[in-house]
């Protein structure tokens, strides 16, 4: 009943930028965190970057001064805007939130299905 769909992602050369988007649909009563990982090829999912319901957000060293999320909480929708990219960056980027489809329900957590981001001259 909630789906997240992942946009944006391309080819960009090496200190380039992109911005990705992940928006939110269905049975939506409520958001709590919403958070950004990537995946590259033969390596495990790693944490990129999150935003609490509150808009605090935390971001993993790697990314830290280059990567920014932000959330436009009446659109469900969280965005990664990514700076001074690096080849290294260049990963399957999945985005997932906790979601409370109605009043009384517990949070879930849902994923997105991802979004390649490639990085290369």
């Known amino acids: 009943q909630v789906q997240l769909v992942e946009s944006g992602g391309g080819l960009v050369q090496p200190g380039g930028s992109l911005r990705l988007s992940c928006a939110a649909s269905g049975s939506i009563f409520s958001i709590g965190a919403m958070r950004w990982y990537r995946q590259a090829p033969g390596k495990e999912r790693e944490w990129v970057g999150s935003?609490?319901?509150?808009?605090?957000?935390f971001y993993a060293d790697s990314v830290k001064g280059r990567f920014t999320i932000s959330r436009d909480s009446p659109k469900n929708t969280v965005y990664l805007q990514m700076n001074s990219l690096k080849p290294e960056d260049t990963a399957v980027y999945y985005c997932?939130?906790?979601?409370?489809?109605?009043?009384?329900?517990?949070?879930?957590?849902?994923w997105g299905q991802g979004t390649q981001v490639t990085v290369s001259s």
């Open positions: 997932n939130a906790d979601v409370r489809a109605n009043t009384g329900d517990r949070f879930r957590e849902y």
């Open positions: 935003i609490s319901g509150g808009g605090n957000t």
